[in-house]
T-cell receptor, first 113, second 113 residues
Framework: DQQVKQNSPSLSVQEGRISILNCDYT??????FLWYKKYPAEGPTFLIS?????DKNEDGRFTVFLNKSAKHLSLHIVPSQPGDSAVYFC????????????FGTGTRLTIIP | DGGITQSPKYLFRKEGQNVTLSCEQN?????MYWYRQDPGQGLRLIYY???????QKGDIAEGYSVSREKKESFPLTVTSAQKNPTAFYLC????????????FGEGSWLTVV
């Protein structure tokens, strides 16, 4: 039973345009949401996060949106750059302590120059 | 430099052998995690530890064992009971501060020959 789904395994976007990555979840107990970026054969690196008390968090070119009623999370990257080409994972956790993260299956983003 | 160090980066194991992957962190984090990534799949949790001398099974613990004798160290043993051990293994850690950001090591490739 996959609690966290990223339904698009891959996405191609023209350089300079907006990239939108989506993540859907089923467990309403999740209350903290993160996005990670991963290059091949490397560990994921943290990008941006949002808690359930907010619906938007912005950090430079990256913005995360949370729609709790729809159990939907999205990451917007604008403008997209070639260095953004990577696999992006959403990760969710159910409390504000040391609980485990549940990861989505990932979306491979390719930025076309 | 603070961080998480995994070793070895690449490891070959013969069928029927146990192998131990090392993970050391100098971030003074309480919680440590082991994830596994298979091609085209997300990160799946093997084991996690929230405090020294304590650990819990994740979603795919069968065929693995861990220990947490020191705060900075969380080695993972892949036993001969693990039926499909070839994968990319990621160690991670997190502190107790709000934010729930997990930091990852660079990963270890294990190949069974």
């Amino acid at each position: 039973d996959q609690q966290v789904k990223q339904n698009s395994p891959s996405l191609s976007v023209q350089e300079g345009r907006i990239s939108i990555l989506n993540c859907d979840y089923t467990n309403s107990m999740f209350d903290y949401f993160l996005w990670y970026k991963k290059y091949p054969a490397e560990g994921p690196t943290f990008l941006i996060s949002i808690s359930s008390i907010k619906d938007k968090n912005e950090d430079g070119r990256f913005t995360v949106f949370l729609n709790k009623s729809a159990k939907h999370l999205s990451l917007h990257i604008v403008p997209s750059q070639p260095g953004d080409s990577a696999v992006y994972f959403c990760a969710l956790t159910s409390n504000f302590g040391n609980e485990k993260l549940t990861f989505g299956t990932g979306t491979r983003l390719t930025i076309i120059p | 430099d603070g961080g998480i160090t995994q070793s070895p980066k690449y490891l070959f194991r013969k069928e029927g052998q146990n192998v131990t992957l090392s993970c050391e962190q100098n971030l003074n984090h309480d919680a440590m995690y082991w994830y596994r990534q298979d091609p085209g799949q997300g990160l799946r949790l093997i084991y996690y530890s929230q405090i020294v001398n304590d650990f819990q099974k994740g979603d795919i613990a069968e065929g693995y064992s861990v220990s947490r004798e020191k705060k900075e160290s969380f080695p993972l043993t892949v036993t001969s009971a693990q039926k499909n051990p070839t994968a990319f293994y990621l160690c991670a850690s997190k502190d107790r501060d709000p934010g729930n950001t997990i930091y990852f090591g660079e990963g270890s490739w294990l190949t069974v020959v």
